[in-house]
């Protein structure tokens, strides 16, 4: 992960502590954003969606607790990288930060090299969670964080319901899914739809990446070869 494109979000109600952490982090490389409150926090992660936010616990209007809590609901920033910073070193402080959904905990006064290093050290390791996130079978890979496809190292479009057919049935090749199973955890609850509603997406599928790659199992359902 190269430091020039990492956005980093600071919301703090000092702005001594913004100042000393935003210099250290830009003179690192970092581009880095601010906000007063929690409130102002969540707007700001909607506008410049961060790679990695630093809270303060304790700020007005709303405070870091809740701020996490009320990010983690919010689809694009569930696996976002969130920093806890505060003044209290107690254990209990520590642990509802992490049920609240936090990455790490950081305590005041701040140490910047000991805060650079634990920074570095979570973008390290989600970067490289990441990475072995991305599923690859023969010349087909997926990377289920960007909804990309890949054949021979071409980029291939899907439609979502395309990639989440496919995705199920590459994370488990030689399996036969059932059309029950696929139609749940591709469809889940929505509307009714038809019975050759999966019929129709193996086609398409098919067609996008040759017709060796899913096999039908008469009776029974679908399988990646």
């Not at 997926?142 to 979502?160: F, N, Q, R, S, T």
Request: net charge neutral.
């Amino acid at each position: 992960m190269n430091k020039t494109t990492i956005k980093i979000l600071l919301v703090d109600d000092e702005p001594d502590v913004i100042e000393f952490m935003s210099y250290n982090l830009k003179k690192e490389g970092y581009i880095v954003y601010s906000a007063s409150n929690g409130k102002l926090g969540i707007e700001m992660a909607k506008k410049v969606n961060p790679d990695l936010i630093v809270l303060d616990v304790m700020m007005p209007e709303m405070d870091g607790m809740e701020t996490c809590r009320t990010l983690r609901t919010m689809e694009q920033f569930k696996n976002t990288l969130i920093i806890f910073l505060t003044a209290r070193d107690e254990e209990y402080s520590q642990i509802s930060g992490f049920d609240s959904g936090a990455d790490d905990y950081v305590t005041k006064p701040v140490k910047p090299r000991i805060f650079l290093s634990r920074l570095q050290a979570l973008l390290r390791r989600s970067d490289s969670t990441k990475k072995q996130l991305n599923i690859k079978v023969g010349n087909i890979e997926i990377d289920p964080e960007k909804y990309l496809v890949y054949k021979d190292g071409a980029e291939i479009e899907l439609p979502k319901k395309e990639f989440l057919l496919l995705q199920l049935l590459i994370s488990k090749p030689g399996r036969v899914f059932n059309r029950e199973e696929i139609m749940s955890r591709v469809w889940g609850n929505e509307s009714i739809v038809g019975d050759r509603t999966i019929d129709v997406h193996i086609r398409k599928l098919r067609e996008k990446l040759g017709d060796e790659t899913i096999k039908t199992m008469k009776g029974v359902g679908y399988k990646f070869d």
